[in-house]
């Protein structure tokens, strides 16, 4: 059995024995219930309220949960809820264009599939729900990182090591950096064929609470039906999809992953 560390059980020991009196409880209630040192019990108390878990009312001298709780809840709430919401949508998009639509998450560096409606004339595609790829060389990874900030990306990819799947795949964390910046600013992104040379997608991020990406989703379609005609429509609409589900689940600014990107050509002009 791992090691429990004993700081963090304390922590969870403390948020539970709160979610137990939703009007709060005293440091003498917390002492009592929870059976720690003074000086210990004090020092986790501070550390939660510096980061938001919880508060103290001066006034009553009660801790309750913080506002990061709720964030926190909502965020998974979100996660949790995102493929009821998404479904009709994603049934919708397929119908329009009779091609196939999935949805994907982020974890780690890898993207989690969790939702796929095939088209009537199916793509021989390897993934499935429940299957995992690398974020950087698929079209749905690429429209979740464009949602991350630069800190964030730097710190999980700058020294990852690229595996080389097609001769179009992304080698590099400048390269990655470069084809984000792209998503950003033609309000999409696009795998061209960089993990399955035979495939093209159509990636947008969908944002939930705070504006923060929660999922993606995208349209696939076979290389020689790459065509910008085609793409025009099918950007627009995904686009259009896209926003309605973050909306559902609580963005309030669905294009907000966009900021700060420059203007970009018209869809045909940017891919002839």
Not at 13 to 20: D, H, N, P, Q
Not at 67 to 72: F, G, S
Request: charged content about 20%; some cysteine.
């Amino acid at each position: 059995m791992e090691s429990v560390v004993k700081s963090a059980d304390r922590v969870v020991t403390v948020l539970t024995v709160l979610a137990t009196a939703p009007t709060g409880l005293s440091f003498t209630d917390l002492l009592n219930k929870l059976e720690l040192p003074r000086s210990s019990l004090h020092g986790l108390l501070q550390t939660l309220i510096q980061s938001k878990v919880i508060v103290y009312d001066p006034e009553t001298k009660l801790y309750h949960f913080g506002p990061k709780i709720w964030e926190l809840s909502m965020a998974y709430y979100h996660r949790i809820h995102l493929v009821p919401v998404a479904w009709p949508y994603l049934q919708r998009l397929r119908d329009q264009f009779d091609q196939t639509v999935q949805m994907a998450i982020l974890e780690g560096t890898e993207i989690l599939y969790v939702a796929k409606v095939e088209s009537s004339h199916p793509l021989q595609l390897v993934s499935h729900v429940g299957s995992r790829l690398p974020a950087y060389a698929t079209g749905l990874g690429k429209a979740l990182l464009a949602t991350l900030d630069s800190q964030t990306l730097e710190a999980t990819w700058k020294h990852l090591d690229y595996e080389q799947f097609t001769e179009n795949t992304l080698s590099s964390f400048d390269a990655l950096c470069v084809e984000l910046d792209r998503s950003r600013a033609q309000g999409f992104a696009l795998d061209r064929g960089e993990y399955s040379a035979d495939v093209r997608c159509l990636a947008y991020p969908i944002l939930g609470f705070q504006n923060r990406g929660v999922g993606a989703i995208s349209i696939s379609l076979p290389a020689p039906s790459f065509t910008p005609i085609l793409l025009n429509d099918l950007v627009g609409e995904l686009q259009h999809i896209g926003q309605l589900i973050s909306i559902q689940i609580g963005s309030a600014d669905p294009d907000a992953w966009r900021k700060g990107s420059e203007p970009s050509l018209p869809v045909r002009e940017r891919l002839l």
